[in-house]
């Protein structure tokens, strides 16, 4: 029983040609409405807009403890849709009807 090699930027060629393959595979996943849709989702879903606040944290558990591991984690989800958005290069008009849509979504 053969297996199929699941496909990477690397098969393209050398550095350069490779992020040039990533780059149109991520413009072809988050284009058109289903990719807008799904992008919005995840920023909603990794609470990207959604920034923890020291204050609100304090407000909600009258404790500092815990926020530091709260604002990592945070931090650690927000990346990911950070490096699909290094990908999609969005104008600032894009983005914000990006973090529109995650508002609506969330």
């Known amino acids: 029983m053969s297996r199929k090699r699941f496909a990477h930027s690397g098969q393209a060629g050398g550095p350069a040609k490779a992020r040039e393959a990533l780059t149109k595979a991520y413009l072809r ?3 058109g409405e289903d990719g807008e849709m799904v992008l919005a989702d995840l920023a909603a ?3 990207y807009y959604r920034r923890p606040s020291y204050g609100e ?3 909600k558990t009258r404790t500092p403890n815990g926020f530091e591991l709260h604002s990592a984690l945070s931090n650690a989800r927000a990346e990911v849709v950070q490096h699909i958005m290094g990908f999609l290069m969005l104008d600032g008009e894009r983005l914000a009807a990006l973090e529109k849509a995650a508002r609506a979504e969330g």
């Open 29 to 31: 996943v988050f284009s």
């Open 45 to 47: 879903t990794t609470g």
């Open 57 to 59: 944290w304090l407000a």
